[in-house]
């Protein structure tokens, strides 16, 4: 399983980004069933959970992106999204991609996200 993470660059404030994870080499009913989110990890500090489906299909959203990021996905094109809207100079991090099928998790490569004031 490869997850393929794209949509990352530099925005000023107030500005809008859509990442975009593409998991390949993994069956459709898996995706579908596993629990997939993003995280983000800023320079010197910890990767935190950003925005998340669990395995039923619920969103989770942490604090400080809500109401201004939406998580979504494809299951058709087993991609899920991260929009990304009002972003702030505190939202600049590397973000990753993850996929827990419960018992193995798999993650992309990183994509960096920049937001100047």
């Known amino acids: 399983v490869q997850l393929q993470a794209s949509g990352g660059g530099s925005v000023q404030a107030g500005g809008s980004l859509k990442l975009s994870c593409k998991a390949s080499?993994?069956?459709?009913?898996?995706?579908?069933?596993?629990?997939m989110g993003w995280h983000r990890q800023a320079p010197g500090k910890q990767r935190e959970l950003v925005a998340e489906?669990?395995?039923?299909?619920?969103?989770n959203y942490q604090d400080s992106v809500k109401g201004r990021f939406t998580i979504s996905k494809d299951n058709a094109k087993k991609t899920v999204y991260l929009q990304m809207n009002n972003m702030e100079p505190g939202d600049t991090a590397v973000y990753y991609c993850?996929?827990?099928?419960?018992?193995?998790?798999?993650w992309g490569q990183g994509t960096l996200v920049t937001v100047s004031s």
């Open positions: 993850n996929i827990d099928e419960g018992y193995r998790e798999h």
């Open positions: 489906f669990t395995s039923s299909g619920s969103t």
């Open positions: 080499g993994m069956i459709w009913s898996v995706f579908t069933g596993s629990r």
